[in-house]
């Protein structure tokens, strides 16, 4: 059974790099039917899609976030991760992590436990 | 930018049956999806592609999609079945999520 995992700092200091990991166990990351993906979820508010990427490292990323976003995979390790800077507190969330089908598939299952992360100086 | 609206909240009676809807510009010619959020808990994936069920999802769970408007119904509504709720699209290249609806069993 496929399962995803977020590691990384509970806590960022304003004006730093936010940095989290994915790990997949259970089944591949290199299997071209499916993206990988990162979703966050303010606290009380509603999911925001943060962005994509596939085994082969192509990625997607939403417009409100593009400039301040990267996303990158490393196969060998089957792990994707993200990066988000500079911070502000607007970005404390719960970030999670989750598989993504492709073409008409394109659906978030399963997803990570999800992991908290407070912009606070 | 594609745009999904849902309502902020919606009341059902135990064992009635409950309708959250989804609007988006013809969303009918979208694939929509369907997660169900516990407090303090991931998503779960309950309807894909409209009106399919995962496994272990129950039958009580179905969801339709027509025109601006895609629809999740929860039959025989139970206790367990009071959680957020949010729709989910694919729109060229970027995923869009609804904005979430919180189902209350009373």
């Known amino acids: 059974q496929l399962q995803l995992q977020e590691s990384g700092p509970g806590l960022v200091k304003p004006s730093e790099t936010l940095s989290l990991t994915c790990s997949v166990s259970?089944?591949?990351?290199?299997?071209?039917?499916?993206?990988w993906g990162w979703i966050r979820q303010p606290p009380g508010k509603g999911l925001e899609w943060i962005g994509t990427i596939s085994y082969s490292g192509s990625t997607s990323y939403n417009p409100s976030l593009k400039s301040r976003v990267t996303i990158s995979v490393d196969t060998s390790k089957s792990q994707f991760s993200l990066r988000l800077s500079p911070v502000t507190a607007a970005d404390t969330a719960v970030y999670y992590c989750?598989?993504?089908?492709?073409?008409?598939?394109?659906?978030?299952?399963?997803w990570g436990q999800g992991t908290l992360v407070t912009v606070s100086s | 930018s594609y745009e999904l609206t849902q309502p902020l909240s919606v009341s059902v009676a135990l064992g009635q049956t409950a309708r959250i809807t989804c609007g988006g510009n013809n969303i009918g010619s979208k694939n929509v999806h369907w997660y169900q959020q516990k407090p303090g808990q991931a998503p779960v994936l309950v309807i894909y592609?409209?009106?399919n069920r995962p496994s272990g999802i129950p039958e009580r769970f179905s969801g339709s999609n027509s025109g601006n408007t895609a629809t999740l119904t929860i039959s025989r509504a139970q206790a367990g079945d009071e959680a957020d709720y949010y729709c989910q699209v694919w729109d060229i290249s970027t995923v869009v999520f609804g904005g979430g609806t919180k189902l209350t069993v009373l």
């Open positions: 259970g089944g591949s990351i290199s299997s071209g039917s499916y993206y």
């Open positions: 592609r409209d009106s």
């Open positions: 989750a598989r993504l089908g492709t073409l008409e598939d394109n659906w978030f299952d399963p």
